[in-house]
């Protein structure tokens, strides 16, 4: 029977040893990451690495990291590595940039955070993924808007309810369009209403033009949205800034059956 050399039992030894042990919490050096990226034909630079974390390329953007560069650049739209990847939907990115240092907190040009442009996008992955790291979910950033209020763009449950479940704050109110009731009733989200509704927001909050969430139903012409403001408690005699109440604010909408059944 043949005998391991003592070089060959060494090598096996070694062999065993690293085959237990999980590399991915290695972190390279500065200089081994850059050469890993040059090496994949990866160009060093902010611009690609706000690219890769777009894409999904965590191998790449953990690299980007480990060689040192800035976490928080922005690229010329004025998005961050963190909030391209939130908006494209990149959840295992977006923990890995805020392993290294990405700001959770960090606005893009229009003043959305991360968690808002996950909302805008209807990406429930991604905004667990920023909760779990901490996330305000009531922060208005530099816009004075929520993510909740953002998820009624496009009303997706699983976001709106992955914020709900986050403790959102369903009473807080924007300047332009008010709560986040009043953006689910401009964006006719008969499904969020309710939710709101039973969630204990208040179909009353008005907007700085003094308007409500049933007079911007009444405008759009959505009866079932108003048929559940109504059965809420909304109240149908407040004016807004022009002396205007729901009722005449569905005629300004040219919904005249709209505006019967808001007849006091």
């Given at each position: ?5 003592l070089a060959g039992c060494a090598l096996c030894l070694a062999f065993l040893l690293a085959s237990c042990i999980d590399m991915s919490k290695f972190t ?165 209403t309710r939710a709101l509704l039973a969630r204990g927001a208040d179909p009353n909050v008005r907007n700085d033009s003094g308007g409500t969430p049933l ?50």
């Amino acid at each position: 029977m043949r005998r391991l050399s003592l070089a060959g039992c060494a090598l096996c030894l070694a062999f065993l040893l690293a085959s237990c042990i999980d590399m991915s919490k290695f972190t390279p050096s500065p200089e081994t990451a850059r050469r890993e990226l040059a090496l994949k034909g990866v160009a060093y630079d902010e611009q690609t690495f706000i690219e890769n974390a777009g894409s999904g390329e965590v191998v790449n953007v953990k690299l980007f990291l480990a060689a040192g560069i800035n976490p928080n650049a922005k690229n010329a739209k004025g998005d961050t590595a963190l909030i391209y990847a939130a908006s494209r939907g990149q959840a295992k990115v977006v923990d890995a940039l805020l392993a290294g240092g990405a700001d959770i907190g960090a606005t893009d040009a229009k003043g959305l955070t991360a968690l808002m442009r996950a909302a805008v996008e209807s990406r429930a992955e991604v905004l667990s993924a920023l909760l779990k790291h901490g996330a305000d979910v009531n922060s208005m950033g530099n816009v004075g808007a929520t993510a909740l209020m953002y998820s009624a763009i496009k009303g997706d449950e699983r976001t709106w309810q992955t914020l709900l479940d986050a403790k959102a704050d369903v009473n807080a109110r924007d300047k332009d369009v008010g709560t986040a009731l009043a953006w689910a009733a401009y964006y006719e989200q008969l499904e969020l209403t309710r939710a709101l509704l039973a969630r204990g927001a208040d179909p009353n909050v008005r907007n700085d033009s003094g308007g409500t969430p049933l007079m911007i139903a009444a405008y759009k012409g959505n009866q079932e949205i108003i048929r559940a403001l109504l059965d809420k408690g909304a109240d149908l005699s407040p004016k807004d800034n022009d002396g205007l109440n729901a009722q005449q604010w569905a005629l300004k909408g040219h919904h005249d059956e709209t505006a019967k059944m808001l007849k006091q």
